[in-house]
Nanobody, 123 residues
């Protein structure tokens, strides 16, 4: 049973940092890419970052480049999203996702989704 469990969401002030964690169970047996999407109220889901669990190659959307870092600990089946210099526009529910391939920012291209963890950045 594929399962993605997120944690680490919190409320912080502008300029603060958070680290999100995604523990993936059985995912790596069927998926080679784990990533993060986010969704703010009344907004569409948007991609944030992805990592190839096979090669370690990372992908970021422009709005988070140089502020967010995705990494993995294969021994723990865990993916992290380190978020620095947070802005109010980063406030959203953050979802861990997984599928076979990285590179797409189209949400339906990802088969597996976690329940989400809330990030709130106040000004």
């Amino acid at each position: 049973q594929v399962q993605l469990v997120e944690s680490g969401g919190d409320s912080v002030q502008t300029g603060g940092s958070l680290r999100l964690t995604c523990v993936a169970s059985a995912v790596t047996k069927v998926s080679k890419c784990i990533g993060w999407f986010r969704q703010a109220p009344e907004m569409e889901r948007e991609g944030v970052a992805q990592i190839s669990t096979y090669s370690g190659q990372t992908y970021y959307v422009d709005s988070v480049k140089d502020r967010f870092t995705i990494s993995q600990d294969n021994a723990k089946n865990t993916v992290y999203l380190q978020m620095n210099s947070l802005k109010p526009e980063d406030s959203a529910m953050y979802y861990c996702v997984a599928d076979q391939f990285c590179g797409s920012w189209y949400p339906p291209d990802f088969t597996y989704w976690g329940q989400g963890t809330q990030v709130t950045v106040s000004s």
